[in-house]
């Protein structure tokens, strides 16, 4: 193993679910260490040292949730991805709002699993250094000028659109839930449908196929997901 590959801390108390995960990343490059307990978690963090975080919910000692909430309280700024065999919207929503960078259900196929991981390391870098021209396919976005442009064509947005576009493009790749947008556009607005129509107008504006969208993803439930920036 290279002595700088990417470290990732499974934290699960399935023992064949660390396995399933230690033989997948491995082979990916990555270097795993383990926990199978909230406590034990703490102590390899600051052991080991990861880079990212893949966090079950379901522990013996504390709550995924509750875990996570202490981390983002003590503003330990890790990239944490979800692993729950829970597929209750509300838990999802929780672990986002609490700061978890993305989610994925059980079972789940590892290369979805590895592209999940790669984005979410990939975001933490951009908040880092934010781009100040986001770019993806034919849509740029000019965070500094408030341009938007759709391949050779500029796209006029009302404020409010801009300002759900901006919030996407700040976390590209990564789920965003509907009451994170409400608030950082709206404030105390928490109609999700009020949202719903906004986001649709978007679509009508920087979406080839606004009923098969290309740039703005939903997910389900839980909220919207900007594809991530090309390279």
């Known amino acids: 193993m290279s002595a700088s590959a990417v470290r990732i801390l499974v934290v699960d108390d399935e023992p064949p679910i660390r396995k399933l995960l230690r033989v997948g990343l491995t082979a990916g490059g990555y270097a795993i260490v383990e926990a199978g307990s909230a406590g034990e978690a703490m102590a390899r963090i600051a052991e080991e040292k990861p880079d990212l975080i893949l966090l079950d919910l379901g522990l013996p000692d504390l709550s995924g949730h509750e875990l996570l909430e202490r981390w983002r309280a003590d503003r330990m700024e890790l990239p944490v991805v ?6 209750d919207e509300a838990g999802i929503v929780r672990a986002l709002e609490l700061g978890a960078d993305d989610y ?3 079972p789940f196929g590892m290369r979805e699993l590895a592209a999940r991981i790669r ?4 975001h933490r870098l951009q908040l880092q ?3 100040p021209v986001f770019k993806v396919g034919d849509l740029s976005v000019d965070l500094v000028k408030r341009i938007v442009r759709v391949a050779d064509r500029d796209v006029k947005l009302s404020p409010k659109e801009y300002d759900i576009l901006r919030v996407l493009v700040q976390h590209a790749g990564k789920v965003i839930t509907h009451q994170h947008i409400l608030r950082q556009v709206w404030g105390g607005v928490t109609d ?3 949202l719903r129509v906004y986001v649709r107008q978007l679509r009508q ?3 080839a196929k606004p009923d098969q969208p290309h740039y703005i993803l939903t997910e389900t439930g839980v909220g919207y997901r900007l594809r991530e920036p090309d390279q």
């Open 82 to 87: 979800i692993l729950s065999s829970r597929t």
């Open 104 to 106: 994925v259900t059980k």
């Open 119 to 122: 984005v979410a390391l990939r």
């Open 129 to 131: 250094g934010e781009r």
């Open 192 to 194: 999700v449908q009020y």
């Open 205 to 207: 504006k920087i979406e």
